[in-house]
């Protein structure tokens, strides 16, 4: 089959992520009425008057740069049936929309908290736009009073800080708002798309093998388990059907005439085009066709098909398909379509002995497998657009005469010449820089090849091609090759049999013109020159020469034959800001502060120097010196890579003084190519850090060799510096996760102490599952004394059971009293959440417990002697006696609600009763940490190691400070919020009072203090932050707060208040577990426990 290269092949593909249930469907619902009125109906499927199943796939004609181009949309990506295919979904995305509901906060949250560190795990590099669903919600509620909402406000913030191409508001009932959310993302993909060649394929995990086999486990027969992937979605039930075909849609649908299988006249072609069909069940009794077409419905399976047992022609794209193997193969099929769909794997053909023409264009299939090798009679392949890397062996022997790889993520071709009958060959719009696998010996009938938008920048590529004598249509532009001078009349040159070059016929007077350049007639001009003028000299007077050409190639390229591998072609888009940056670039350098802030990429680094592509690249400035540095000391990063930055003289001296005030790990800077170094010269080595071991890298700064080898600083005291701080880095990250997996535990026990009117509900005793959460110790030590007095656990006796108590008495068991404490045992698991019956769909018992008792602890000895152990009666009498005593625990909870009370008392007449700032409170604090301290006085804040500010304040090296500007009423605190731990957990809102623009300072190791006994965590900064007020504005500044102790939970979105203390402990803020480390003495309070 011809190849036909269709201008409209380009395809953006706009992927949607969000929270389930939160309008995705009536938006494309919305932009597919719009779509279907318009010109393109024909290439949408898409019916809006029909119920909608959560997944969609739709793909519409739009109009850019005056040429049609194809946008797909697809939706849920995420979803946990479709992870085969969630990786390529969003690395194929030219652009992300990530979504949320205006009136769910919590939506809005999981952008920050999920989807945007999944873009960036998974190392995505398409732009993402911010987009408000339901927005008319909003407006509604706030005619309601109903403020449960997000501000528009908070969106466009999030999306200036982590680098978002921008922000909309939409909402079905105003199309036109939906509108205008797709014209602006497909304005980001194809930004995208047209700078996308310049970036190395993304790096993929290699997809599973079955053992001693080289075809992939999902293209042969099914494996155990592999049904749970595809069966929930092709099993329809009668509410999920909601369009099924009818007999009288068929009827309507059928046409041509021909011979049937029982040599009978009948219709054997029908087309059920575009009916929104999500089931073909009916179809099943017309088992004479033999043409059907069932593209752009609801389709997920097409298991009915399996009746057709004549059927030679299939059309089913733009459904809703997720394997190919969903029906019964017919004895003859010939040609099918499956091209936008959902297919994560190429899957199993080889039934089809038949098949001569498959399209699986639009999926999301990242692998060829072997399920082609079967299939000798396979003529045309349509493999387009899809997420391949790599050609592998496995079309071997395949008599392919058309081969279509265009849009994927390809990097050489090895695996093509195998296919010896290949004509048409379309490559395009990949991440080729060779073509040197395709040899004509290999594929001698190749006449159609299409290499645009690859990053081929070497003419000898187009050598090679020369021996290739039926090439008659070659597609370079666009490549950084042709952008060589005379690039037309260089291929044609090397290729005077092509007919067509890059969708231009080739004309004779091209072809002469070539001629001419290259002088084809320059000997026979010259002879006849001389002939009939003897007595003159022969002059050449072309315009444009081969050697020309050369020279202007050298000029352009430094280089002959080669543009480099990323041309010479400016960077046209427009830029923003200061210092100015195109969208793609701040949306890159946004993305590298917020990765810093989370440990560095790679870990430890905070990389602002190396990009992926050319367009992404954008040097540091001194107006971001500031938050980079933020970031650095947030994220714990030993490295600095700055490389050939803008920063002056200032900025490196600013860099410097960061690195000797702060507490941060950084111990290596990189300023290679800055030339501001050289100002600075022998400064240098007296100010930077050498003795604590840092080093700093100033290469190609203009600086003397030695200068930059001493600050090189390549001793024993560098590596031991970087390996201690990435041994602190570890040690941090596995305290953090220790800590987050103690925080049920945590909140369970801050709970039970909150003051209120009366005592909650008595806890469980120490043999309950509820006490062994992680971070809980009492029980384990509780289990040890149990087992030191009783090493046989409860002793069978044969006739009794025995153990010792906790009073030293023995006890004996019959076996009725047995019987209660093991149905006591069977009533505490299920108390806990336990299905005795089925374990599997019960509440999991805690990892702690189950070492000490077994997964089935039913009956265990251990487990039914510490409950007795722990008080447990082996009585009727007493119900439920697994819990603490009612009246011994209001007691207890009385006697700690007596203590807070005192201390806080106390504790406000001291320290919050004189002239304090508004705002600023730190009586709280003092008396929290007393409790904790298990003192029922109040300590002195020395024994915190806590300084007050109005005694002792040293001055911040930029700015006024926090306290300061308080005091005077330059500044008020409208609001402080925590919540969590990590990066921006706390939450400062200042206001300015002035009429000048400010600059404050929050000092490192200011503590903020709890409203009230929240019994949650007070937080202490470690680093300086800086916040820049405008006069008479508010500005909110997210910081990183410190915990004091582990033995509290985190805060959670609780309002906090800013004291007039801090933490003098220098060596200590710049790492939480050495502030945990420091403040381990502190011990929660055992009795109401």
Known sequence: MAMQFDPRDRCLHICMLGDAGIGHSSFLKCYGAQAQAGENAEDFSFMPDKPLCSLQNLVAMVELDGEPCRVRFTDEASGSKFDAMREAAIHAAHVHMLCFRADQPETFASIRQQWLPTLWEMQAEAPWLLVALAADVRERNKVTGDVNSVPQEEAEELVKRFGGWGYLECSAFFPETVQMVVDEALTAAYTYYRLQWQLHPPEVASPPRTAGDTKASWTAAPEEGYERLWLPHETLTVADDHVPVTEDQIREGLSQLGDSCTRQHAYVRCDLMA?????????????????????????????????????????????LLIRSESFTAPDALETCDMSYNMLAELGDWKVHRYLRELNLRGNYISYVGSGLKGNHELRMLDLSENFISKMQQNLDDLELRTLNLAQNKLSSLEGVQRLSKLHCLDVRHNHLTSISALKAEDIPRLRKLRLSENRISQMREVDQLASFAFLSELYMHPNPVSQLPQYRAQVLHRLPRLRQLDNQQVTPEERVKTEVIYGADVETRQDIFEQLLPEETFVDRRLMTEALISQLEVEQFGRNGDAGPFGCEPNSDPTYGDPPRTKLQMAKFRQRVEQTRRGGFPEGVANFSEYPAPYHSNSAYDEDLAETLEAVAEGGCEELWLGAAEISPAGIREIIAFMQDTSSRLCHIDLA???????????????????????????????????VARLRNKSEDVSRALNQAAAERRRIAQRLKDYAEMKEFLNVRAERLLPRGEAPEPPPLLCHPAQWLSGSTEPQKALEGFLRANPNKLMDAGDSWTMSKRSGDKIHLNADQFKVISDKLDDMLTDWGCDLNEPSKGRALPPAFVNAFGASPSKSPKLLGFMIWEGVAPTKKFKRDFYRKKDDWQAAWADEQRRMKELLEKAIEEYDSGDAALGVASGQLIAHLSFLSGSTELKDPSSFNLVKVSEESPQPRHGEDLHSALSAGLVVVEEIVADGFGVGNLKLTLRSLSSEPLIITIRKGTVFQQKSWTHRSDLLTGLDYMVALLPESSTTKEMLGHSFTMVCPPPSCDEMLITDFYVDLEDLLGSQALIWDHFQNFKWPSKPT
């Open 275 to 319: 009916m929104n069909l999500t089931s073909l069940v009916k179809i099943r009794q017309w088992d004479q066709l033999q043409f059907l077409n069932v593209s752009r419905n609801r389709l997920q399976s097409l298991e009915p098909l399996g009746a057709l047992r004549h059927l030679l022609h299939l059309n089913a794209s733009h459904n």
């Open 673 to 707: 190519g800055c030339s501001s170094a050289a100002l600075l010269g022998a400064e240098l080595l007296k100010s930077f850090p050498l003795d604590r071991g840092c080093s700093i890298e100033l290469e190609n700064c203009g600086l003397a060799d030695s200068t």
